[in-house]
């Protein structure tokens, strides 16, 4: 109840919220409160937790904030949802995103603007900038984001909230809605570092309805203990902290986190990730490419919207598709299926492929002597809403920290560590190898 008095009180400024599922809520909740009177709950009994809008809730709208999906129902859960529920958490609705999760800043959704609490004529960050900000408005205890180039950590980076992209595979993507799967990954966004880790232990591990999805043992990561950092090796890749429009506030509070480290016993020497310069250009060959071949199933025929108005198949798919589909996510269709067309591939998605590899090697060198890498999660801190809207190549750069991770498919966590001159918070981004999350987390939790 308390949840939904806070989102009725500020939801109507925030925009975080598409769908509220109160009824529902209260059910869970009310099983919640049976579950704990047995002695039977966990560390999510009872906790509410809000959802982004594209991950598939039985009975509830999934949009993924596009219009061709406005009226979608799904008939199934989505494995992460299922999990939750099992955990006893209550999914009170779910929160806004930009259109199939691309963009980085939450503008580019069908429906609404998400603003930021810390200021609300500031983006929130995205594309999970409804998961971000409705954590950080306390409208929900923690949320469930979507990263695919960065759209959990840099979010929780401009709303000052703690977020965890972890490891490709580590988190099942069964009922999450493609964008581009062999980037596409969940993760949770809370208040703490230590929310994260009780959100992931829910989350994490095989699913056999997701071939992608890795067997591996998962730790405890809510017990990992924070205590000193005497046997850690901290990266510093120069070629970041030398990066073209980096805002010097972002650089100030990143080195003084790096002291911080430091005074915590970790040894923190300089790596190289030499490839770092081509991570833009490579990650947008590489999503939109899959992302033109995911979204060709939004056609009018087996869901979602249609316009009935055709009679005419093609012109019906043209149609739908045009009135469907907002602007970015059209732009990323028409680029995509240029980088794939007869002819183009070796030259496009081919040579990304290539470039992806030896971006993947940096780090495998760069954890040869190190456990973790640091960095800014974004180049500056949240800025005005409308700044980027006319100009998506400024949109795109600003992914340079976060976009190495997904094409390396290794783990990256956003943990806040200051604040610029005027008051939007900053983040922390460590990076680490392949099913390590629990060397992020010891770090992380360190810095809270
Ligand atoms: N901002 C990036 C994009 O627009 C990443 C989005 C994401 O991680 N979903 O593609």
């Not at 200021?119 to 469930?144: E, Q, T, Y």
Request: charge should be negative; hydrophobic fraction near 40%.
């Amino acid at each position: 109840r308390a949840v939904f008095e806070r989102i009725e009180a500020v939801d109507g400024k925030v925009g975080a919220f598409l769908t509220l599922d109160r009824e529902g809520a209260m059910e869970q909740a009310a099983a919640a409160d049976r579950r704990l009177a047995g002695g039977d709950g966990g560390p999510l009994t009872g906790i509410p937790l809000g959802i982004k809008d594209l991950m598939c809730t039985k009975g509830l709208r999934t949009t993924c904030a596009s219009k061709i999906l406005e009226n979608f129902i799904p008939p199934y859960d989505a494995t992460v949802v299922t999990r939750l529920k099992a955990a006893g958490a209550v999914i009170v609705g779910k929160l806004n995103m930009d259109e199939f999760a691309m963009g980085s800043t939450t503008e580019h959704s069908g429906f609404q603007v998400t603003r930021n609490p810390w200021n609300l004529d500031r983006i929130p960050g995205g594309s999970s900038g409804g998961s971000a900000a409705a954590v950080a408005a306390d409208m929900c205890l923690g949320a469930l984001g979507s990263d695919t180039g960065g759209s959990i950590r840099q979010p929780a980076s401009h709303c000052g909230v703690a977020g965890i992209k972890p490891t490709y595979g580590r988190v099942s993507r069964f009922g999450l809605v493609a964008f581009a799967s062999s980037l596409d990954q969940i993760g949770p966004l809370g208040k703490t570092v230590t929310d994260c880790a009780i959100m992931l232990d829910a989350i994490a591990g095989h699913d056999p309805k997701d071939s992608t999805s890795v067997p591996e043992p998962v730790p405890a990561f809510a017990d990992i203990d924070g205590d000193g950092l005497g046997e850690v090796t901290i990266g510093i890749p120069k070629e970041y902290t030398s990066a073209q429009g980096l805002d010097p506030q972002v650089g100030a509070a990143v080195e003084q986190a790096v002291k911080t480290i430091e005074s915590l016993g970790a040894r923190c020497i300089e790596v190289s990730l030499p490839h770092t310069d081509h991570a833009v250009a490579a990650y947008y060959v590489i999503a939109p490419s899959e992302a033109s071949s995911n979204l060709a199933r939004y056609d009018g025929v087996k869901y979602g919207f249609r316009d009935k108005a055709q009679t005419d198949l093609l012109q019906m798919y043209r149609s739908t598709r045009s009135q469907g589909f907002g602007p970015e996510v059209q732009r990323r269709i028409i680029l995509g299926t240029y980088a794939l067309s007869a002819g183009y591939y070796d030259a496009y998605y081919g040579k990304a492929s290539q470039v992806r590899t030896l971006i993947k090697n940096d780090f495998e060198t760069a954890f040869a002597s190190c456990d973790a890498v640091v960095s800014p999660v974004a180049p500056t801190p949240a800025y005005g809403i409308g700044e980027t809207l006319d100009d998506p190549l400024a949109m795109y750069l600003s992914d340079v920290f976060t976009l190495s991770a997904n094409l390396a498919g290794i783990p990256g966590i956003s943990v806040p560590c200051g604040f610029s001159d005027d008051g939007m918070p900053i983040g922390l981004q460590i990076m680490g190898r392949h099913f390590n999350e629990a060397a992020l987390f010891k770090i992380a939790r360190q810095l809270e």
